[in-house]
């Protein structure tokens, strides 16, 4: 991509020879584009290459278009990846009031979600159950943001003693008590 500066501060992107030509193919004004005239949507109802008006659409922060009438509809039919459901909500959520919940609800299928029963994953060994690491001191390394004794293992004691203006021995102790304790 080409760049084109200005004496002053301010930092003017421009086109590449490639966008500005499929601009003219389609008779659209170049600069049209960097003055956000135009819309990811009228580019392409106007013949530009989906690709380039994608392009110039995240380049100049292009809207998707300048129509409201039915646009969330269409937008929300050509994502990828929506539930059925979704796609409601978003095409209910078109008019003014999509925030006043007065909407008709019965058209839009929810699917409950089940709460696991168990964690997915194991809940951390807590920084106590490492030898030597009393309540006080649990505290104390919770300031440095170490609440488990997994973190603990990982910590560089030098920083963390300096940090907490802790002797470094009783650090690097903790630090080797719980990596016994994870082994």
Not at 70 to 97: F, H, M
Not at 128 to 140: H, N
């Amino acid at each position: 991509m080409e760049k084109e500066y200005v004496d002053d501060v301010t930092e003017v992107e421009s086109l590449t020879d490639e966008e500005h030509a499929a601009l003219e193919d389609a008779g659209l004004d170049p600069d049209g584009v960097v003055e956000k005239r135009f819309s990811y949507r009228t580019l392409l109802d106007e013949g530009v290459d989906e690709s380039v008006a994608a392009a110039l659409r995240r380049q100049f922060s292009l809207p998707w278009s300048y129509e409201s009438d039915g646009d969330l509809d269409r937008r929300s039919n050509e994502v990828r990846g929506l539930a059925d459901s979704e796609r409601k909500w978003i095409a209910v959520s078109g008019d003014d009031d999509w925030q006043s919940f007065d909407y008709e609800t019965e058209d839009i299928d929810v699917v409950p979600r089940k709460k696991p029963d168990e964690r997915p994953y194991p809940k951390p060994t807590p920084v106590t159950a490492v030898t030597g690491v009393g309540p006080d001191d649990a505290e104390k390394l919770a300031e440095a943001g170490i609440v488990s004794a997994d973190r603990l293992a990982t910590i560089n004691a030098f920083e963390v003693a300096d940090a907490l203006e802790l002797d470094v021995i009783h650090v690097r102790t903790w630090r080797h008590n719980a990596r016994e304790l994870l082994s």
